[in-house]
């Protein structure tokens, strides 16, 4: 097994050894110049893809026969194929002779592979000649090389970032308050002690035995049969995937699963870095619970025989917000007087509006905390009884297929905003998201289904109300594909929202088919950024129709609602009450007890998340 992540990989592909001898002496002067340059030839990259996932990457490589890659990169180059990189950074130097007819063959065609594959260069790419001299074109590219990778090494030396730092305005206010006094230390919960032993258990073993929440069937290991791209992202949209699953457990329109996800690969070794265990990243260690905290209060999540790898990688949540417990923890550990009493302060009550300020509104994660306080060095059995689990991710069923499942899914790089100290808003990837783009055809997903006795489609009765927008129109795909096999008709209303009609209608031909063929009796779509639309949200569509949606629900159609918690929840029962007083001549009161009571008799049905 590879040990830690380095700042920077440099990979080669030598047939005849010159591409080798290029990059050994390409990582000895890095080593002189200060840089973290680690050395593997393509195939050692086996059973380690993912650590090129976010990473920095120079590669070396030559051609043999007629444009085929070396032997010792061949694998390596089967398996960029079979699951391109995620966020990689890179610069290519070629090696080849213009005696054969494929000059430069395999060098260009892995350039261009990267750039179709979306990684970034983030130095020009180079071709050398053996017949006029290699020298010629490798001894000034080695030589412009160093300044380009350790701006881009700089740029990328804290995982989330970089560019925080101390409001100087706290430091100032921390001089003329006090601190709450006699603020207990924190109890350490476990004993700790490492063994030499490598920890030989893989994902999911441990993280299979937690409770999963609202499961309704065993944990499985589905299998990826394919993932597409629906939407590409762009300056206008997001990127939006779907992948199929198979899977042995049954599923039907309406359901929905947990999956089970990890943290990034160079998230975890920045942390196993910054904690420094990166020497016994992978030793097994044992957790003794201290015989005087009572059972109730230890942690049930934390694995009392694990890896600080293992454990980081599967079990914890390193994005999570701080609790004052951890803050007060992080202040024992910093040998910096300030730097302690400024994380007192903000675990007190007097720094409850720095502490949302400086944390809570940036949605800071202990990796960023930890480089606010560079003085700040906490013990890893400390941390693990301060970090939550890594909770399951859930996703709706938008279609059963033949072999299993199919779902959506947003590839999320906003999900939380950082203002830099230049004013600008920095995005970070999901966790779950960004591991599911990165999957590939064969892969392995640990998923369970949920319980759900509610979210499923009526089949005759009042018929059906739908709603959702972005990914929350998926599950309505599997609600008509249901009433299109059935043999009774039901009356179906869609309301869809998007952004953009010709950019990110998400399964809208597949919903104009159902509309066509007479399965989907109704369907009224919003467009958020289009300027011509009628509707920019579903609200707006629901008050168009007012009186048509008011006469279906008292005709005993049951409404759905799909999509975000705190937006489309909201917004839609908000605007249901205007109509149902406004049509219905009731008072707002009113309206709001007739949609609880619709709520408790299943009639209001909702799926969203937050």
Not at 45 to 58: F, K, P, S, T
Not at 171 to 179: M, P, S
Not at 277 to 306: E, G, S
Not at 396 to 402: D, E, G, H, I, K
Request: include cysteine; charged fraction near 25%; hydrophobic fraction near 35%.
């Amino acid at each position: 097994m590879l040990d830690k992540t380095p700042k920077c990989l440099l990979i080669y592909g030598s047939q005849t050894g010159q591409a080798e001898a290029i990059s050994e002496r390409i990582v000895h002067d890095s080593g002189n110049l200060g840089l973290e340059v680690e050395l593997l030839c393509g195939d050692e990259m086996e059973g380690n893809m993912d650590r090129l996932h976010d990473q920095v990457v120079v590669f070396v490589v030559s051609s043999t026969g007629e444009g085929d890659p070396p032997e010792n990169f061949e694998s390596f180059w089967g398996f960029l194929n079979d699951k391109p990189p995620q966020n990689l950074s890179y610069t290519l130097l070629g090696l080849g002779d213009s005696n054969y007819t494929e000059f430069g063959g395999f060098p260009n065609a892995l350039k261009d592979f990267l750039e179709e594959s979306g990684a970034r260069s983030f130095y020009e790419f180079q071709l050398a000649d053996d017949q006029v001299g290699l020298e010629l074109v490798v001894e000034p590219w080695i030589e412009g090389l160093w300044e380009p990778l350790s701006q881009i090494l700089r740029n990328q030396n804290n995982t989330l970032n970089p560019s925080l730092q101390l409001d100087s305005a706290l430091l100032e206010k921390l001089a003329h308050l006090e601190i709450t006094k006699d603020i207990p230390k924190v109890k350490q919960m476990f004993k700790f002690e490492f063994s030499e032993d490598d920890f030989k258990s893989s994902f999911p073993d441990g993280v299979d035995k937690f409770i999963l929440p609202f499961a309704a069937g065993p944990l499985e290991r589905s299998t990826v049969l394919r993932r597409t791209c629906l939407t590409e992202r762009s300056e206008k949209t997001k990127e939006t995937f779907e992948i199929e699953l198979k899977t042995v457990a049954c599923y039907g329109p309406g359901d929905s699963f947990g999956v089970l996800c990890h943290n990034s690969e160079r998230e975890v070794w920045d942390l196993l870095d910054r904690l420094k265990v990166t020497q016994t990243a992978h030793k097994q260690y044992t957790l003794t619970p201290d015989p005087n905290v009572k059972p109730r209060l230890l942690p049930k999540h934390v694995l009392l025989n694990c890896s600080p790898y293992y454990a980081l990688k599967y079990t914890l949540d390193v994005r999570s917000l701080p609790k004052k417990a951890l803050l007060l923890y992080l202040a024992e550990c910093c040998e910096n007087g300030k730097e302690g009493d400024c994380l007192r302060f903000l675990a007190s009550k007097e720094g409850s509006k720095d502490l949302n300020d400086l944390i809570y509104t940036r949605s800071l994660t202990l990796l960023e905390i930890l480089s606010l306080f560079p003085s700040c060095s906490p013990s890893f059995c400390c941390l693990l009884q301060h970090l939550p689990r890594l909770t399951p991710r859930y996703y709706s069923v938008s279609r059963v297929s033949q072999h299993g499942v199919k779902f959506v899914f947003n590839h999320v790089t906003n999900i939380r905003g950082h203002v830099t100290r230049a004013g600008e808003l920095t995005g970070v990837p999901g966790v779950c998201s960004s591991w599911l783009r990165g999957l590939a055809e064969g892969d392995g997903v640990f998923v369970y289904r949920r319980k759900n006795a509610v979210f499923k489609p009526t089949v005759g009765d009042g018929g059906m109300v739908m709603i959702g927008a972005g990914t929350g129109v998926a599950p309505f795909l599997g609600f008509l594909d249901h009433l299109a096999e059935s043999t009774v008709k039901t009356r179906a209303v869609l309301i869809t929202g998007n952004r953009y009609k010709e950019l990110d209608s998400i399964y809208g031909n597949e919903f104009t088919e159902h509309h066509l063929n007479g399965t989907l009796d109704t369907y009224l779509t919003a467009y958020s950024r289009d300027e011509n639309s009628t509707c920019k949200y579903v609200q707006d569509v629901i008050e168009l129709h007012d009186k048509d949606i008011v006469s279906y629900v008292d005709e005993g159609a049951r409404v759905f609602v799909c999509g975000d918690a705190k937006g489309l929840s909201v917004g839609v029962y908000e605007m249901f009450c205007r109509v149902l007083s406004r049509v219905k001549g009731v008072s707002e009161a009113e309206a709001r007890e007739m949609i609880a009571g619709m709520k408790k008799d299943g009639r209001y049905c909702e799926d969203i998340w937050s």
